[in-house]
Each structure stands twice: as structure tokens, then as C-alpha cells.
């Protein structure tokens, strides 16, 4: 395990030391839940993360929780086991792609070196964890946060 941070206390420990992280964690939405039962409403929030190593692995979790953090770190470990990797080829894609989920439609194109992520929303935070430095991406049809990642993850993995 590495660590990094500066060594502070006296008694030259680890105190104050954190563990270096495996995957790249951004959180694409957290939305609050309600239920209306015969007790009354129920309230639980709703998580959704995207991770990755940087190295052409990513993964999209979701998790709904009583609480803010437990969703978070719940929906962490539900991106952890669906991991998928994708296929890069000098910080791009290989050739345009196309992909569809529910109403959401992700165009994906490669780009030059130089160019940067051009993309909106869910789609940046995703290729960005993925480990793609030069890409194009637009998407047309729906604005939900979900969708657009998912897309995305479809438009990643449907190479041949």
C-alpha cells in the first residue's frame, strides 16, 4: 500500500498518512427519493458514481440509503463489480462510435493530440476516469444523468 502525505508528529508515525486511492471516484448525481407509504413519505438518497483506474477501466455504480455517505460508498463498491475495460489506442478512441440506451443517444469520436475531452455532463466524467486524454463526445435526446453514462459505457464497450 502506498501513502502519501508529509511525516508531522515527533515520533515519526504514520499518523497522519492516507492510503493512496486505487480508481479515480467522481460522483455523477446525488438525488433525494421519495416513497409514499400508508405511514407516510419515506426519504432516501439515491447515489451514482463513476469510477476508474485511468488505465482504460471504468465502472458505473448506483446505490439508494437512508444516508448521504452509505449511498456513496455503497455505489462505489456496485461500480467496483461492474468494471468493464475499454479499448484506448494513444489517449483515444480507435473510431467514431455510436451507442443508444432508453433515450439517450452518445456519439463518440476520436480526436488529435492536443484536442482534450470535448464532452458534456455524465459523458466527460466518464471517459475522463477512463483514462482518455484526447476525445470528442455529444449527446442527443435525453438530459437524465444516468442514461447519458450508461450510453456512454455502451458506447465504450461496443467495439469490434
Same mark, same amino acid.
Request: net charge positive; proline share 2%.
Given at each position: ?32 427519493? /421519495? ?12 447515489? *451514482? +458514481? !463513476?469510477?476508474?483506474?485511468? &488505465? @482504460? ?34 489517449? /483515444? ?12 443517444? *452518445? +456519439? !463518440?469520436?476520436?480526436?488529435? &493530440? @492536443? ?46
Amino acid at each position: 500500500m502506498a501513502f502519501e502525505g508529509k511525516r508531522n508528529n515527533r515520533k515519526g508515525g504514520r499518523d497522519n498518512f492516507k492510503p493512496k486511492k486505487e480508481f479515480k471516484e467522481e460522483l455523477l448525481a446525488i438525488d433525494r427519493v /421519495t416513497r409514499v407509504t400508508a405511514g407516510g413519505r419515506q426519504l432516501r438518497f439515491r447515489a *451514482v +458514481m !463513476v469510477i476508474g483506474d485511468g &488505465k @482504460g477501466r471504468v465502472g458505473l455504480g448506483t446505490w439508494k440509503s437512508w444516508e448521504v455517505v452509505d449511498a456513496i460508498a455503497k455505489a462505489i463498491a456496485d461500480a467496483k463489480k461492474n468494471m468493464i475495460t475499454v479499448k484506448m489506442e494513444e489517449g /483515444t478512441v480507435p473510431y467514431n462510435l455510436t451507442a443508444k440506451y432508453k433515450a439517450a443517444t *452518445v +456519439m !463518440v469520436h476520436p480526436a488529435s &493530440k @492536443g484536442t482534450g475531452i470535448i464532452a458534456g455532463g455524465s459523458a466527460r466524467k466518464v471517459l475522463a476516469v477512463a483514462g482518455y486524454k484526447d476525445i470528442l463526445a455529444k449527446r442527443y435526446g435525453s438530459s437524465n444523468l444516468l442514461n447519458n453514462a450508461k450510453a456512454t459505457m455502451k458506447a465504450l464497450t461496443s467495439f469490434k
